[in-house]
Every structure is written in C-alpha cells, then in structure tokens.
C-alpha cells in the first residue's frame, strides 16, 4: 500500500471507530508498529486525529456530519458565498465541487441564468427545479455521506467539460498549495482545474497555514481566493505574491 493510501485508510477507520488501537491498525492495514506510528504522529500533526496511549483517537471533522457542519458558521458562510456568487454574471458556464460553502455559493446563485456543472448531489438537489439553470451531474462513485462523485467515471466524464470559472473549496492553504481531506476528491478536483478557465477557491480564514491528507496543487493554480476577514495580513501578502486576486469578505 503506497504511504498517502495507507494514511487515507488509517484515517477512515479510526474515523469510524472514534478510537482504535495501534495493534489493530497494524492488522487492518497490514503495516508494522514503527511505521503505523509514523502515520499517526503525521496525522496527528495535521489536526486529523490525536494520539494516544496505545493507539488513536478522532478528532478531525467527520465527514457523517455534511449536514450539521452546513450550519456551521452559517452568517460568515453565507456572506462570502454572495461575494462569489457576485462574481458570477447571467449565461456563465460554472463547475462547483461539493461542500458546505459551495452549497452555499449554489442556493445565492438561485434564480440566475447559467450552466451548472456539479459532482455534488446536495448541490444538485438544491439546483435540479430552477427553470432558468441548465444542470449537469458528473457521475461516478457515491461517497458517502457527503454526496459527492469521485474516482475514474467522474475523472472521464470531466475530460469532455469546459466551463469559465471553477469554484471549488478546500481542507487546508500552505505556502506549497492546497490540500483536501481525500485522494479521490484530489484526483477529481485536479481534473476540475483542467476544465475551466478561471479557478476560484472560496474558504475560510482557519484553511490557512494547514495542510490535509492529500495535496491538490500549488498556489499558482488559483486565480481567485474570496475568504472572510479573519485573514492575516502576512497570509494576504503570500497570496498576493503568488499572483492570486484576493477578495477578502468584511463578516
């Protein structure tokens, strides 16, 4: 098992179970103890679990939760999904990825006329009566919980996608690029960036300054940032160096 999949895999069971142990670990991903507790420290490390004696407990944010966690911070939510969805002018062709605030970014550009392109179920529930949007639905595995549609029938199904703007969110911004929590999603979103023109990251200013399980790309491959004004100014200079348009959201 190569080290991002086996890391991926010991984040989902001890997700699962809220604690497990490091002997069990070792015999569900078939590793040895120095290795497993590499794992561990790395991803303890990124604020995904914590470790403990004798194993490792979850503390990260639970994908189960997708629908309580769409609540979460519902004002600054939704304050920085208008200023995205400002963006957006009538007939555009948009790809959005699945997500709290990308849902959020959907329901203010309700009542627009524009192309939708979604691997989001939620996002396309939230879109599928409104007369003046043309959908598409990017098929491809289920995840779980979360709705989204991932792997190699998303990845093809994208290939044939062309679109002006990609809004897409994000686990975590460090000076080396991006991150997400999955390796499917990663691969998925990688082919998003191919098929659009302009990228849009929206996020919140907690992003920065922490990495995910699985990295997605360097700065240099955002366009846009929309983010509230929790945002150092250090993170906004980066930014800014990195050629990236920044619109910070006053919340």
Not at 123 to 139: F, S, T
Request: aromatic share 4%; net charge negative; proline share 2%.
């Amino acid at each position: 098992m190569l080290l991002d999949e086996r890391r991926e895999s010991i984040l989902k069971i001890v997700e699962n179970k809220g604690f497990v142990s490091l002997v069990d670990l070792m015999d569900s991903v078939g590793a040895s103890e120095s290795t497993i507790r590499r794992d561990l420290e790395y991803l303890d490390g990124i604020g995904q679990i914590r470790r403990t004696r004798g194993g490792a407990a979850y503390v990260g944010e639970s994908l189960a939760t997708f629908e309580d966690r769409s609540f979460m911070s519902s004002r600054q939510k939704r304050l920085v999904a208008q200023a995205v969805a400002d963006l957006i002018a009538p007939g555009e062709a948009v790809l959005m990825d699945g997500g709290t605030t990308t849902l959020e970014v959907a329901r203010q550009l309700a009542g627009k006329e524009l192309q939708v392109v979604t691997n989001s179920l939620p996002i396309a529930n939230l879109l599928v009566n409104q007369p003046k949007v043309d959908l598409m639905l990017i098929g491809g595995f289920l995840f779980p919980k979360t709705g989204v549609a991932l792997g190699k029938t998303a990845v093809e199904s994208l290939k044939s996608v062309h679109v002006r703007r990609l809004i897409i969110s994000v686990g975590g911004i460090t000076e080396d690029g991006l991150y997400n929590s999955n390796m499917l999603l990663v691969e998925t979103e990688q082919q998003m960036f191919a098929a659009a023109e302009e990228v849009i990251v929206v996020t919140d200013s907690t992003k920065f300054g922490h990495s995910a399980l699985a990295y997605l790309c360097p700065l240099a491959d955002v366009d846009h940032i929309v983010v509230d004004d929790g945002i150092t100014e250090e993170w906004q200079q980066v930014l800014r160096d990195a050629g990236i348009k920044l619109t910070i959201v006053e919340t």
